[in-house]
């Protein structure tokens, strides 16, 4: 099992609020070690790498919430569990992941 | 030297983007193409009757016996999801269409779904005054409502939608047992080409809460596994039916590839390799499908199309041999030890 503490990856489920509110993929900063992992599986270039002069490593990966779809493949590349679930309140009807 | 004739096309790669995840916008059309691709089969846009098809469950996608290998090197992986339609109008599919057709320089396949055949032949020749080259018609997705019938609705929609357009027809077809049968009920309608195959259904348990996982439902299930049963049904399709055949299904490497066409595929779409392992996964495929060419004197992949069916063993010549005889030493019966 040392892989699968290695790479926590996606919960098997969605977060409780998901019948309320779409979930939407959020870095914990403080846990981000900014290797990259996540950037290249995001197909909605959702993920960028900022410039974070307080963060231990001077950089984090960072979600472009307009751009994330929530399909939760970033969260599998996270060698720290970095990615946690927030509710996406931006989200409309018109909008790709929404509830109707 | 990859170059490959298919439907009147002429690809620069037997390598195709399958449609899905990686074709659903116009910039990553260009990442194909600059990444090698023969063609793009854009992401399935739904009849306006499956609109909820155009919303997508989050998350929706899970790695399941991950190998955890990045940069490129992942080889086991199976792709759990939910995948979802085109998430736009079919306005606007079509326009995504006319704006992939104004910038891309690879061939564009559209791909639809819908349920009465006339909904099939409308959206087709929307398609086809698009502007896409061809049209794959998604008769197979492990998504869609499990009241259509291949028999009924898909063969009347494949008739439908090749008596109105020009532009050539795939017909997506679903791994299983029926799949001969259904490639021949494809080539019967007028099909000109089949895609085989589509992804299984299933589903994985979270044994904690006792619940399915992710969105409760049975998932769209593939990886690089999938590859041994779809070239099997690729081989048998081949020995069949005398349409080309696309693969697609579990292929990660560029000799997965050559397998491919060895088993009489004309072309290879590729999805969740790109999606794992990066778009410079297609450009591997390539350099690895050239190195093979190269090292076996092969000038045309057409050359060597089918190769590996023709030399298949029939089962009544397979050579076999004894067993273990029943007098033989494991046959003798001994009282366990104490």
Known sequence: MSGTQKYPGLPLLPPPFAAQQPPLAKVVEEKCIACDRCLPVCFFDALRIEERPGHALGRSAVVTAAHCTGC????????????????????????????? | MLTTLFLGMELRSPVIVASGPASHDVNQISLAERHGAGAVVLKTACSDKYQHMRFWPRP?????????????????????????????????????????????????????????????????AEVEMAGADAIELDISS????????????????????????????????????????????AEQAGAHAVTLCNRLQGIDVDIESQRPILHGYYAGIGGPWAKYYTMRHIAEAYRTVHIPISGTGGA???????????????????????LINGWETIARMNEEITGYMQRKGVDRLESIRGQAVASMTPPDNIVRWSGEPLDGTRNIWKEPGP
Not at chain 2, 266 to 272: A, D, E, F, N, P
Request: aromatic share 10%.
């Open chain 2, 142 to 185: 492990p998504h869609r409502p499990g009241s259509l019938e291949f028999d009924t609705t898909s063969v009347a929609a494949m008739r439908a939608v090749v008596g109105r357009v020009h532009i050539p027809v795939l017909a997506k077809l679903a791994p299983g047992t029926n799949v001969l049968k259904q490639a021949e009920a």
């Open chain 2, 252 to 274: 990660i490497t560029g000799e997965d590839v050559v397998k491919y066409i060895l088993v009489g595929a004309s072309t290879v779409q590729v999805l969740s390799a790109i």
């Open chain 1, 72 to 100: 939760g493949l970033c969260f599998e590349t996270c060698p720290v569990d970095a990615f946690v679930w927030v509710p996406d309140m931006s989200s409309s009807p018109s909008r790709p992941g929404t509830r109707i």
């Open chain 2, 60 to 124: 929706r996608y899970k790695l399941l016996d991950w190998d955890k290998q990045i940069a490129g090197r992942s080889k086991q992986f199976s792709l759990y999801s939910y995948e979802q339609g085109y998430s736009g109008s079919l306005e606007d599919y079509w326009e995504f269409i006319r704006v992939c057709k104004r910038h891309a320089g690879i061939p564009i396949v559209g791909s639809i779904f819908a349920d009465e055949a006339g909904d099939w032949a409308a959206m087709a």
